[in-house]
Structure formats: C-alpha cells, structure tokens
C-alpha cells in the first residue's frame, strides 16, 4: 500500500471489498507492505491479523471517524508562529532555544494511533503465524537510504541494495509515525541512532520490500488517479500555480512516479523471464511475479474540490488561489482529513474493487 496523505481512506475501500469478494476468507495476504500511510494501513490490517472482515472494518472505523485535528494541529495561530520560530532558528540559530522540529504538530496522529491500533498484535501476527511478515518503509535522512522495517518469524537476513536497505525488527508506532513524516510538514522520528522521514522520499522501488521477504504475487493498491483530469493544452488555466499547487504536484510526484515506474518494470522483467528456461531463471536468481494494481477510477482532485469546505477554514485560507474556480484541488486531496470526503473515497475503493470483482476471484487462489 501506497502513500498519499487522507488518500489512503481508498485503500480500505479496496480491502473492505476483498474481504467481501473472497467470501470472509481468513487473512489472504502473507505479506503485508506500506509506504507512508500505506504503513499506517497496514499496521491496521496486521493488528487483526486472525479475522480480515474484522480488521478492515476495525480500519474502515478508524478512517471514518478521523478528523483533521486527529491528524495534526490545524489552528492557524500555531502554525504561523512555528513557522515564525523556523524561520528565526534558520536565520539566527544561537538566539533561538529549542526550535521547532516541524511546520504541524503530529502527536495528535501519534494518540489517535495508538487509541486504535494494538502494536503488541502487529509482532502477534508474525509470531503466531497469521502473516508471513509485514514491512513499513522509512527513509534515513543520515544514511540517505530508503529503510525497510520488517518483522518475519524465520531468521531473515537484512539487505543492502543501491540506497536500499531491510533492517530486520518488530514494528511499533515509531516506525508507523516515521514514515508518513513529511519533510518540514511533519517531525522526523529517531529509530536506533538515526532520524527518519517518509518512506516514499527515497524508496524509487516500492515493490521490492514484498519481493525480499518472498512475494511471488503482488496485490497494489495506489492512490493516484487512473485518468489525468485535463487531456488538451488549450483546457489547461493559465494564472500561476499557488503554494498549495506546488505542494499537491510535488506530492503528486513523492507518492507516485517511483510505484508505475516500478510495476513497469516488473512487467517488463516478467517477459524476460517467460522466455528463460528453469535452469536460467535459477542461475539468474529471477521469478516471474505476478502483479494487480488498482488505483482510483475518478479524478481524486474534482472529489477533494467538491469536499473542501469541510477542510477547517485556516488550512483553506493558507491554501487558496486568488478564486476558488481556479483551484487545481491537488494539495486538498491530500490534506482532507474530514469525515465527508474520506468517506468517499473508501466508497470508492469498495466500488472500483467491485467493478473487477472477477479479475480479484481470480488472482487469489481459492480457500
């Protein structure tokens, strides 16, 4: 599961489905990966590892009565003085005394997690078998690497690839607050003896962690939308992009290019490895890795344009453009943290996996 701020409602949208279409089976994946608030998601799902009807429930819950003050402080006094504070430390660091470590405060993420979710049942699931491993991706901003925390039963080895790294430990909500941490938005957190940020900042193979612990099929759920909102130059606005439309585009390009570049790549070496013999494929170290992508089937900026006046009005008001028809409504699909417009979105999720309910039945092998 990918990243994407208040995105990842769509995602619980998607398992809410599965656990249907499969008829409640128990726990149909063995593995569980997340990037971001991918990660969030799947501490969730691995919380209740046993019963997947009751975990994707018990996140749909969550993710329904989320607010944005549940996610980080959103009065405006604070931030301008953080941001103030920032700025001073930046400029003058000896005469400011314990600088602000981040634009918004997250600890209220970090409370509403920790009332939710149950991290003694995440390392459960691994020691009693209901999962094979889960895995949160951070990155390092010492080492410069995209980090992997996993938790498997067997005596996994860590690994190093370019930049790329598995460090093998349970998983708590340090690793979960890490990586959704967005630069300067957002705290960094200190695992071991190195500060960590959000997982999808260094990770340009997000299919991989899966693919380490022993994945032979990949079941993703993205958060960008299938179909660009604009095809023509001519259609396109003219007035300069705000702040807010710089921020949803750099997101935008976090959260996303790294997962398509990715899965075009493992299609691409899937092709490769049809036309090896067994032998081949050994001495190669290569598997064919079978792999489903589902991403939203409408534009997710029209959905968070529709649902922005529930963003409390001090995010709207640092956020806007000079009119709100010119509003790209990028940053907002993010940040949206509100019951009206989350709730979409996991009715979303749930249609579009409904939508290719026979390609799911297919790709899970029958209990």
Known sequence: MTGGGARGAYQVGVLKAVSEILDRQPEPFDIISGISVGGLNAAGLASVSDDFVASTENLERFWRNLTTSKVFDPRLRKIFWTALKLGFATLLPKHISNPPKSLLDSSPLRETLLDNIDFGKVANAVKDRSIMAICVTCSGYDSGYAVTFFDKLD???????????????????????????????????????????????????????????????????????????????????????????????????????????????????????????????????????????????????????KHAPEMPRRLRWLIKRRTAESALGRIESYLLFEPGYVGALIDLGYADAMARREEIQAFFPSS
């Not at 790329?164 to 938005?185: C, F, H, N, Q, T």
């Not at 500060?195 to 900042?201: Q, S």
């Not at 702040?243 to 899937?270: C, M, P, Q, T, W």
Request: glycine share 6%.
């Open 155 to 305: 005596e996994a080895e860590d690994w190093h690839r370019v930049r790329r790294a598995g460090r093998k430990r349970a998983l708590d909500i340090d690793e979960v607050m890490a990586s959704a941490a967005l630069p300067l938005l957002f705290p960094a957190v200190k695992i071991d003896n190195e500060y960590f940020g959000d997982g999808a900042l260094r990770q340009t193979s997000p299919l991989a962690p899966a693919i380490h612990l022993g994945a032979d099929k990949l079941f993703v759920i993205g958060t960008r939308d299938s179909l660009p909102e604009r095809h023509k130059a001519d259609d396109f606005k003219t007035e300069y992009p705000s702040v807010g439309d710089l921020g949803g585009y750099a997101l935008d390009i976090v959260f996303h290019d790294s997962l398509e570049s990715d899965i075009e790549r493992l299609k691409r070496l899937n092709t490769l490895v049809q036309h090896l013999t067994p032998k081949e494929r050994a001495d190669a170290k290569l598997k064919m890795i079978d792999v489903f992508s589902i991403n939203p089937s409408i534009s997710l900026r029209s959905l968070a344009r």
